[in-house]
């Protein structure tokens, strides 16, 4: 059985030519990416190494939030057609973000195995997902 792990970096759309304030309880994250740095072209004409290759070289931070789907299980061959059912974000982040704007400036996906001793990466050999589609909506919104 496997399971998507989505790791989600923060950020208040405040960013400008200052460090925004995002409150007593904010803690910027020191964690490495999931997936390593994140390399970027620079458009012609334009200046190299402006933006992070790494979350948590923000200005002013980002804080992150772990989110599991339910369960997956295939067996060798199978295809997979159908979506999973909808997962809530952490308590804290609803809460958190409740009746203001969240910008999300990173989004990473493991497929991982859960196991008693931790997650488990399955190798992209595994278990190839290349259709992957993510929706995210507000509290009053809908599809």
Known sequence: MQTLSLSCALIIPVLASRVPHFGPNFVPSTQENMNGEYPFSTTPGGTPGL???????????????????????????????????????????????????????????????????????????????HHYVSQMIGADASF
């Open 51 to 129: 933006f992070p290759k790494r979350y948590r070289d923000y200005p002013g931070g980002v804080e992150s939030f772990d989110v599991y789907t339910p369960p997956m299980s295939t067996l060798y061959s199978q295809v997979w057609w159908k979506p999973l059912a909808p997962t809530d974000l952490p308590a804290e982040i609803v809460k958190k973000y409740n009746g203001s704007a969240m910008a999300i400036v990173g989004w990473e996906i493991d497929q991982v195995r859960r196991t008693p001793d931790g997650d488990v990466s399955v190798p992209i050999s595994a278990c190839y997902n």
